[in-house]
């Protein structure tokens, strides 16, 4: 880091509660402002639900967060050592923050229990495991992977290759394969898209048993989701957050209403 973003930084006052801040941060595409002086503060352990009406940002609010876009300008931490803006996007994935896309991209051809020990950091290699060739698990490793299979609910297909999962399985797995890296905040993008009532229900259950233990940043479209599981909302809008609370709060909110719940979506 250089002396003048060093002593910039040494002025931010960054609560030891807070897992990710980000403050006036922007971005414009071709002048377009896709985010403009957002301000999100996520909690360590705290379950949000991001929303908004398309176009509003969530996705690329989500890609600077990973890094995949560098904002125009703001600050971006996780945690108070961690400035993201300086990371490249796997050091930002090793220093604890996990994405979840909407579909799911699991390695079909190999078993739920491969899937899982490849995601432990530094035995990632495809290549080796279609070979038989990674490296073998630790003790300690496989009984935190149990642990994993056990609270994404797949203890039972174990063994199953991945591709004969159902969409909620690999979308479950997938979220194991995040955890099995043991991040700090877990981002997810429309989790239940195409699943079933019961899938859903278990993502809820699977979302809020893992608040907690890591924060987990939800975007979601769907309200009878967001009502399932919702504890604090935030409603982006032209890049930028039009309001914030519990979702009573929120869909209370006039300018809520106008732009956004009122509009139809
Ligand atoms: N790489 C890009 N180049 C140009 N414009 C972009 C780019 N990425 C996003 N945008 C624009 O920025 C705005 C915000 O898009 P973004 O995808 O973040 O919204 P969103 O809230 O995720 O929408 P949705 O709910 O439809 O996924 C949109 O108007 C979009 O067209």
Redesign the pocket.
Known sequence: MNTAAQTRFDNLHIDNNIILYMEDVSVS??G?K?INKLNLYIDRGELRCII??????????MDIITGK?RPDEGTVFLGRDHNLLQMSEAEIARAGIGRKFQKPTVFESLSVYDNLSLAIAGSKSVFGAYFGKWRKLTGEQDDFLDSVLDTIGLTHTRARMAGFLSHGQKQWLEIGMLLMQKPQLLLVDEPVAGMTHGEIERTAELLTGLAGQQAVVV?E?DMEFVRKIARQVTV?HQ?SVLAEGTLAQVQADRQVIEVYLGGGH
Not at 53 to 58: E, I, L, Y
């Open positions: 595409f071709d377009f896709a908004g009406p398309n176009g509003a940002g969530k996705s690329t609010m876009t975007v479209h982006l890049g």
